[in-house]
């Protein structure tokens, strides 16, 4: 069934037509999550979030062809909301904690592209999450951030010098 359709009934209070639209994109809506708080379960939540997020609100959602730059703006949002009440956290000794990857990767240099992407504004992680990490224009980014395409061009280039 075409997006448009699957939309409009989602809207119309479809909860099937909401499900299988928001199965299209969990995948991608967890991938983009994890990107940011770096942990398995905090991903989970923040779909899980998403889900709410979206479902609740999906009648806002003016054109259905942006759906899921809509799912992905409430993920950043939500990964966001996260992580700034996270920092009124206080970890004991984070010396102990073993990082979890496969023993093929190469640890220390997925250590390195965390460190690194971490020294980025918000903005400027999201911009290069988004053209990167899934692919969108530069267009849709700008879309989902809600910024101006030149504005989006100059933070992406500006990221990709401090990194």
Known sequence: MKLDRLVKKAQKG???SYLMLFQQ????????AYVYVKNKDDALDIVQEV??????RISTLRKPEYFKTWLMKITINCALNLINK????IRLNPDFEVPTAAEDEDIALSLSLYELMDTLQDTEKSVIL?????????KEVSQILDIPLGTAKTVL???LEKL
């Not at 994109?25 to 983009?32: L, P």
């Not at 889900?51 to 609740?56: I, L, R, V």
């Not at 988004?130 to 530069?138: A, G, M, Q, S």
Request: hydrophobic residues 25%; aromatic residues 22%; without cysteine.
């Open 14 to 16: 479809n909860d099937k």
């Open 25 to 32: 994109y969990q995948e991608d809506i967890y991938r983009m």
């Open 51 to 56: 889900a709410y997020q979206s479902f609740k």
């Open 86 to 89: 996270n920092k009124k956290v």
């Open 130 to 138: 988004l053209r990167y990490y899934n692919d969108l224009t530069l």
């Open 157 to 159: 280039y500006r990221a």
